[in-house]
C-alpha cells in the first residue's frame, strides 16, 4: 500500500558554518518535510532525517534507509554547500531510489536583507550543483526535480516520482503465479524469468490448474453468495440463468484464496490449459484486476507483472489502469484509430459506465460460454506500456495514447473495449511500435505517466523506449542501434 511507505530527507550541509546556522538549517529542513506532507501533493510522507555534516552520517544513514522495509527512497537538498566526497562512501552503496531536490528555502532575494550572512546561510545555487555532480560521477539514476519546494508543480513532480519509487519498491518484492504455460508457439510473451528476478526482482512460479481447481471444488455456498452480492453491487447482471456467472466467481475466489496464500499479486492462465475447468476465467480475472492483482492472458507473465506494478504506482487515482491488447484498426482516411480489447480480460477501472455482465461463447478453445464484463472505456490522455525480452537485457517501450469516445456502438462484440490514436499518429505509430519490437499485449494507463514509467526504467537499469509526439521511425531505429551498442557495452 502506498500508505506503507516513506521518503527520508536529507540535508547536506558541513562544520564551516558554526552551529548557529546548522541549527536553522535542521529547523528549515524539519519544516520543508512537514509542509510538504501537508500540501496534499504528495502520496507517501517525506520524513526529515538529518543535516548531514560528515562521511560517517551519509554512510549511516544510507544503511539505514537500504534495510528499512518502509523506506522506499532518498530526497536530498543542499540548503548550504556540502561538499560532496563526504558523500561518496555512502551514495555508493545506496540500493534505494534517490531524487535531489534543488530548490531554495526563500522564494525570492531580500533586496534590502540580504548580507553575507545570509550568503553564507543560502548556498543552494551552487550546494546543489557540487551535490549534482557526484551523482554524475558515479552514474547514479537519480531524478533531479528543481524549482521551489512550495510550488505546486514541483510538489507534484516530487509526488509523481515518489509513485514511481514506490512501484520500483513493489516490484522488488512481487510474486507472479502461472496457471500453465505461455500459449503455445508464441515468441513475444517469452523471456528470461531468472534475468527479470536479478533486474526487477520478481518471483515468477508455476501451479498447477488442477490445483486450482481442487480450491474451486473447496468453495462454499456462503462464499458464492457473498462474492455474487460484490457482483451485484459493482455490476448490471444478466436477466434469467445466472449459472456461468456463479462459476466466475467460484474460479475468483479460488484465485484469490491461492494469490494470497502465496503472497503474489499478479497471475497469467492460458486458454490452452483449463484442465477441469469449465470456463475461461473472464469475470473472475477482471474483477481480481479492479482490486489491484495484475493478470496476463495467454501465459503472458510479464504484462501482468507489469499491470500489477502499475496499478500499485497510481494507487488512488481513478483514471485507471488495465491489461490490454491491440485488437483491430480502423484506417478511415483522417480518422484512423486502434481498437483495443481482449477475449475477456479487460480491466473495469477504465470503463465509462458501469459495467454489464454477458455470458456468450468464446469462439476459441473447447469451453462452456464464459461470464464477462462488457463496457466502453472511456475518453482521456494515456499510455500503453510493454517489457519485451531482447535477449540479455529488457526493453520497456511505453506510446503516448490518446482514447477518444466510442466511434461505434459494435452491438454485436461481447467484450470490454475501448479505441484510441497512438502518438504521433496511428500509421505512423504503428510503424515505431513495431520497429521497437512492442508486443500486442499492453498495459494502458490512464493515471501513469511516460514519465514515470521512464523513471521506473531508469531507477530499474533497463532501456527504455519512448514514443511520443515527436518521434519518427528515421530517428527510432538510430536510437534503437544506439541504444543497442550502449546496453552491450554496459553488460561486460
Ligand atoms: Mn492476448
Request: some cysteine; charged content about 20%.
Amino acid at each position: 500500500m502506498m500508505k506503507d511507505y516513506e521518503f527520508w530527507f536529507v540535508v547536506g550541509s558541513q562544520f564551516l558554518y558554526g552551529s548557529e546556522v546548522l541549527d536553522t538549517v535542521a529547523k528549515r529542513g524539519a519544516e520543508i518535510a512537514e509542509k510538504l506532507n501537508q500540501s496534499g501533493n504528495l502520496p507517501c510522507n517525506v520524513v526529515y532525517k538529518v543535516t548531514a555534516k560528515t562521511n560517517q552520517e551519509i554512510t549511516e544513514l544510507v544503511r539505514q534507509a537500504n534495510f528499512d522495509a518502509r523506506c522506499a527512497g532518498i530526497i536530498t537538498w543542499c540548503h548550504t554547500f556540502s561538499p560532496s566526497k563526504m558523500w561518496i562512501n555512502g551514495l555508493a552503496s545506496l540500493q534505494k531510489p534517490y531524487c535531489h531536490l534543488a530548490t531554495q528555502y526563500n522564494r525570492e532575494i531580500p533586496n534590502e536583507e540580504i548580507d553575507m550572512d545570509f550568503m553564507n546561510l543560502n548556498q543552494s545555487a551552487h550546494g546543489d550543483r557540487e551535490h549534482g555532480f557526484i551523482a554524475a560521477r558515479l552514474r547514479m539514476p537519480r531524478k533531479v526535480v528543481a524549482g521551489y519546494w512550495q510550488e505546486e508543480s514541483v510538489q507534484k513532480r516530487l509526488g509523481e516520482w515518489m509513485r514511481a519509487a514506490v512501484g520500483v519498491a513493489f516490484s522488488k518484492n512481487l510474486s507472479v503465479m502461472r496457471f500453465g504455460d505461455n500459449m503455445r508457439e508464441v515468441a513475444v510473451t517469452e523471456g528470461d524469468k531468472v534475468e527479470v528476478q536479478i533486474k526487477l526482482g520478481w518471483q515468477v512460479n508455476t501451479w498447477p490448474v488442477g490445483t486450482l481447481v481442487e480450491y474451486m471444488d473447496a468453495v462454499t455456498d456462503a462464499e458464492l453468495e457473498a462474492q455474487m452480492d460484490i457482483y451485484r453491487n459493482a455490476y448490471t447482471l444478466p436477466q434469467g440463468d445466472l449459472t456461468a456467472v456463479y462459476y466466475q466467481a467460484r474460479e475468483e475466489i479460488a484465485m484469490k484464496k491461492m494469490l494470497d496464500e502465496q503472497n503474489c499479486k499478479a497471475f497469467s492462465n492460458t486458454f490452452q490449459d483449463l484442465y477441469g475447468m469449465q470456463q475461461l476465467p473472464g469475470l473472475a480475472s477482471q474483477h481480481l484486476m479492479s482490486l489491484g492483482y495484475g493478470y496476463g492472458g495467454e501465459g503472458d507473465w510479464k504484462v501482468a507483472a507489469m499491470t500489477a506494478i502499475m496499478k500499485a504506482m497510481s494507487e488512488g487515482m481513478h483514471g485507471g489502469t488495465a491489461f490490454m491488447e491491440d485488437y483491430t484498426y480502423h484506417l478511415a482516411k483522417g480518422n484512423e484509430f486502434s481498437l483495443g480489447a481482449h477475449m475477456l480480460e479487460v480491466c473495469p477501472s477504465i470503463a465509462q459506465d458501469k459495467p454489464r455482465i454477458e455470458v456468450h461463447p468464446l469462439g476459441i478453445g473447447d469451453r462452456e460460454a464464459p461470464a464477462r464484463l462488457v463496457f466502453e472505456g472511456h475518453a482521456g490522455a494515456a499510455i500503453v506500456v510493454s517489457l519485451v525480452d531482447m535477449g540479455g537485457r529488457l526493453r520497456l517501450i511505453c506510446q503516448d495514447i490518446e482514447c477518444i469516445p466510442a466511434a461505434m456502438d459494435m452491438p454485436n462484440l461481447p467484450v470490454a473495449r475501448v479505441m484510441w490514436k497512438p502518438a504521433p499518429d496511428l500509421a505512423t505509430g504503428i510503424e515505431c511500435w513495431v520497429t521497437a519490437g512492442g508486443a500486442h499485449h499492453t498495459v494502458l494507463s490512464y493515471d501513469v505517466t511516460a514519465e514515470q514509467m521512464r523513471q521506473w526504467a531508469n531507477m530499474m537499469q533497463i532501456e527504455y523506449v519512448h514514443i511520443g509526439a515527436d518521434t519518427t521511425p528515421e530517428k527510432l531505429e538510430e536510437e534503437l542501434f544506439l541504444k543497442d551498442i550502449a546496453w552491450k557495452l554496459r553488460a561486460l
